[in-house]
């Protein structure tokens, strides 16, 4: 039997989400084991278009619904929340992506295979490569590798030293600080691990999302394939971030078995997301 996927698509006021839907079905191997989990922050009209829209193709039974008034949005991180609580249904994989997102052929097989490759128990997040409207799929999967942020220590402490450092990753799985909340990759199970009771922050969601993976045993690996691309900025070239000389930055991956010197072992995970939450001056450089 194939394993299923869920994959999360939280879309505010995006015209593109409905390319995004019918191109991961589309590049599927097993169109038929995918499931998405969409929450469709939009107006009245929009809605019923992009509905209409989907339930004219063939894998409609396939797609899940919750829907917003654009007004009462709350953020990205709020909306995949709502997903994750609400339309997530034990599926055997968890992946997350952005509305304005294409796919690799055979990205569905190509996850499970670069999942099953990591040797503990871990999580695959790297920041999508590039693709623009005008594109044809040979142009934009051209680009092969997607990129990383690198720190000195975990963003929401006092020793995080800004920037980060976006870099290319190394062969293989390495592991990394945090995910990118527009491609991760990981068992089904993530969703309940990820999914608050209630979330009010719409700025932090990368850093929750790590913190919750890394208090449950997980580890963040990138990989340097890239079998998502995101639609960034308008005018965007192939270069869309510039990359850093990230030798002059000392990534320290000891502070995840080295959590209790941030008070990890002792606050809970709610106590946790306070302190991310909280506006202090560090979580505002």
Sequence with gaps: MNKTIFVSIASYKDFDVINTIIDCFDKANNPNDVFVGLCLQDTEQEQKRIINLIEKEKFHLNVRFIKINAEEAQGCGWARNLIMKNLYNNEDYFLCVDSHS??????????????????????ISVFPALFEFNE???IYTSRKTATIYTSNAPTWTGDFIPPHCMREPIDGYEKVMN????NLFGPGEIANILKVEDYYNPTK????????????????????????????IPNSSSSY????????????MDFVSGLKDYGGTERTTSEWLIEIYKECETCKK
């Design 102 to 123: 294409r796919f690799l052929i055979g990205w569905d097989d190509e996850y499970i295979n670069q999942l099953n490759g990591i040797l503990s128990k871990g999580v």
């Design 136 to 138: 044809t799929y040979d």
């Design 179 to 182: 995910v990118s909340g527009g």
């Design 205 to 232: 969601e990368q850093e929750i999302y790590s913190l919750l993976l890394f208090k449950s045993g997980y580890d963040i690996f990138a990989i340097k394939k890239n079998i998502i691309w995101h639609k960034y």
């Design 241 to 252: 971030r510039e990359l850093c000389n990230w030798t002059k930055f000392n990534p320290n």
